[in-house]
């Protein structure tokens, strides 16, 4: 689910279903990937800002040992995360 660019690591453009599908398999990466989408919001991916769902789904993420969703998720916590 990750492709790698000249810039660094970046998400892959599959449609979000495919990171529900594989989120729902327990792919703790889908997880965070759901939980950074569903906080800002990603029209690419078809999914509109949902603070909520995103905080859930980086929960998980990190309760299946996702590292990288940890400081996303200290930072809803902290209430660092914008607004925006």
């Given amino acids: ?11 892959s453009p599959v449609p979000a279903v495919g ?3 594989a989120a729902d398999l ?3 990466e889908a997880m965070a990937a759901l939980g ?3 906080l ?3 029209a ?3 999914l509109a800002k949902d603070a909520a ?4 789904f980086l929960r998980q993420a990190v309760d299946e040992g996702c590292l990288p969703a940890k400081l996303p998720l200290a ?3 902290l209430k660092v995360w914008p607004d925006g």
């Fill in 40 to 42: 800002n919001g990603n």
């Fill in 53 to 56: 769902r995103g905080l859930a």
């Fill in 26 to 28: 327990g792919d703790a």
């Fill in 75 to 77: 930072q809803c916590y």
């Fill in 44 to 46: 690419r991916a078809g």
């Fill in 19 to 21: 990171y529900q599908k």
């Fill in 1 to 11: 689910m990750w492709m790698m660019t000249p810039g660094g690591r970046h998400y």
């Fill in 36 to 38: 950074a989408f569903f």
